[in-house]
């Protein structure tokens, strides 16, 4: 697909404290022109002292995560030898154009929806500018900007998914692709059903590691749980810091708890235990727990970005309702879909966390999109692709990648023991030497399982999807 040659800056030192250089390309918000604007892309590029390969563009999570704060983490984490390393803020994040709805930014659980909404009415046609394949012609003018031929990408979570828009729309320039714990075409779904129906498996493999004595039955005790919460949820206090604030457990919030811990398998081998613990009466731990799971979206606007994550998510999902209808009919809609699905596509949940999980709280009060959507282009099948999968990722299982590696005909290298994000993560020591060898155009090694050691290449910061919410 050609484009407009982008209009070019000088590279800067980009903003303190990164040492690192910066450059810009002036991009139009619509390239049709229908819509006036532009948008200014940043990036930064650590050049290799022995480049000899084309360059290597880390694209990070979301949608809506900022690129080029991440540039040193990437540079740290990945064997990158012979390529230079581009890391960019993808548009409406960071410094390239932020996009910005107050309303969704101070939202809380109970306004979440209707603040979506608000946002998506006050961007008005701009909301429909801030899709994936928009992102993948960025990353096309970055291309040119950088005056080289082709690129190679090293993709983490939804940056997968602007790496498949890339490779669909410019194959011709991409030499090689690697796809971090990636977001499958079709993906997320509608009413959560990939995550839901994951829960199972995961947990038993969380406990194959152990569970502090709840390795018996993780699954059906967490099934037990959820139709208690549902018939009255645990509220109770709990001290952190010398503070007591009130607690409130819900069966949403069990679930919430459980995808946020696939950022960490030790902190999801801890919950089993205080389920086990909170069905024989005593839900301190469970409460404990709550207070302190991590992993919300970060509150700077400049780190992630709400309205960006709305805007993608809302106007390229696939829905489970029409875009065009209201919202109580939207609703109604994907009820009926869920009562279409059985139960054990669900479990241990239930019917009503698909609704309560899935994109309608984001999407249901979203404004009916105004641009048409473009048909998908076929998936790349030629070109070299490596699929990297935690199989106790939550956000986008192990599941998901395999179909995903089997539409490109790409190599799958799976981490046990991990869960969302393996670069970095890496108890087996798969990922790096996989990456490695792939980038330089050398087999990729044998995994063997049977070793579990420390990688010393842990994140300072994670580069990965923020919690959902």
Request: include cysteine; hydrophobic fraction near 40%; charge should be positive.
């Amino acid at each position: 697909m050609a484009l407009p040659a982008p209009t070019a800056t000088a590279a800067t030192r980009c903003p303190p404290p990164s040492p690192v250089r910066c450059f810009s390309a002036l991009v139009p918000l619509d390239r049709s022109g229908a819509v006036p604007g532009a948008i200014r892309i940043r990036a930064a590029r650590i050049r290799s002292r022995r480049a000899s390969r084309p360059p290597l563009i880390g694209l990070t999570g979301g949608p809506g995560q900022a690129g080029v704060s991440y540039v040193l983490d990437y540079a740290y984490l990945l064997p990158t030898a012979g390529r230079d390393l581009v890391v960019f803020d993808q548009r409406g994040t960071g410094a390239s154009g932020l996009l910005r709805c107050p309303s969704l930014e101070r939202s809380n659980d109970d306004s979440y929806q209707s603040a979506a909404g608000a946002c998506g009415r006050s961007l008005g046609a701009r909301r429909s500018f801030y899709t994936s394949a928009d992102s993948a012609d960025d990353l096309e003018a970055l291309r040119i900007r950088l005056g080289v031929p082709r690129i190679a990408i090293y993709s983490i979570s939804y940056g997968s998914r602007v790496a498949i828009e890339y490779a669909r729309r410019h194959p011709e320039h991409l030499e090689r692709m690697i796809l971090d714990s990636p977001v499958a075409p079709g993906a997320p779904d509608a009413l959560g059903r990939e995550t839901l129906g994951a829960v199972s498996r995961v947990l038993r493999a969380a406990c194959n590691l152990g569970c502090g004595g709840a390795e018996a039955h993780p699954v059906s005790d967490v099934a037990r749980l959820v139709q208690r919460l549902r018939r009255a949820p645990i509220r109770g206090f709990v001290r952190r810091g010398g503070n007591r604030s009130r607690v409130r457990v819900g069966a949403d919030d069990l679930l919430g708890m459980l995808v946020a811990s696939d950022l960490s398998p030790a902190f999801m081998r801890r919950i089993p235990p205080a389920v086990r613990s909170a069905l024989a009466g005593n839900s301190g731990p469970l409460m404990r727990l709550k207070s302190g799971t991590f992993g919300g979206l970060p509150d700077r606007t400049s780190v992630f970005n709400p309205a960006v994550y709305a805007a993608t998510t809302c106007e390229e999902a696939r829905l489970a309702w029409d875009p065009f209808a209201g919202r109580a009919a939207r609703r109604a809609q994907a009820q009926a879909v869920l009562d279409a699905t059985p139960a054990e596509a669900f479990a241990p949940f239930d019917r009503r966390a698909g609704l309560n999980f899935g994109l309608l709280p984001l999407c249901g009060s979203w404004p009916a999109p105004t641009r048409p959507a473009e048909p998908p282009l076929p998936l790349p099948t030629t070109i070299p692709t490596l699929v990297l999968s935690g199989n106790l990722d939550l956000r986008t299982p192990l599941e998901s990648a395999r179909l995903l590696a089997k539409s490109l005909n790409a190599r799958v290298v799976t981490e046990r023991g991990v869960g969302h994000q393996v670069l970095g993560l890496e108890p087996n020591g798969c990922a790096t030497p996989a990456i490695e060898a792939f980038l330089a155009q050398r087999p990729i090694p044998a995994c063997d399982h049977s070793a579990s050691i420390t990688i010393g290449r842990a994140a300072v910061r994670r580069a990965a999807v923020p919690a959902l919410r």
